[in-house]
C-alpha cells in the first residue's frame, strides 16, 4: 500500500486555515442568528405541563432548604478550613505541597512540573 503525497503548494498554511475556519464559523453564527432569532423559544403558559412541573420543583426546593441547611454550613466550613490552610502555607509552601502531591502520586516527573508550574 502506497501513501498518495500532495504537493507542498496545495498544503496551506494551518495558522492561516484555522485562522479561516475561526472567521466561517463567525460569520455562519452571525448569519444563523439573524436567522432564527426569536424560534424555538418555550411558551410562557402557566398551563403548559413543563411549565407546572419545573415551578413544582422549584417551589419544593424551596420548601426543603432547611434540610439542605446543614450540608450546605458544612461545606462552607470545609472550604473556610482549605483556605485558612493555603494562607497560612504562603506561596513557598503551595509549591512544596504541590511538589510533595507530585512525587507521591506521580514520581520526579510529576513533581518537577508542579514546582515549575507554580
Known sequence: MTAVRFPTALVAD???ARRALVVVLGIAAAIA??????????PHNDDEPLFRSLNGVRDAVADNRSILEPIR?????????????????????????S????????????CVLAIVGF
Open 14 to 16: 494551518p495558522v492561516a
Open 33 to 42: 442568528y439573524v436567522l432564527f432569532r426569536g424560534q424555538w423559544t418555550l
Open 73 to 97: 454550613a458544612t461545606v462552607a466550613a470545609l472550604i473556610d478550613v482549605f483556605n485558612t490552610l493555603l494562607e497560612s502555607l504562603g506561596w513557598p509552601g503551595v509549591i512544596g505541597l
Open 99 to 110: 511538589g510533595a502531591l507530585g512525587l507521591a502520586f506521580g514520581g520526579v516527573r510529576l
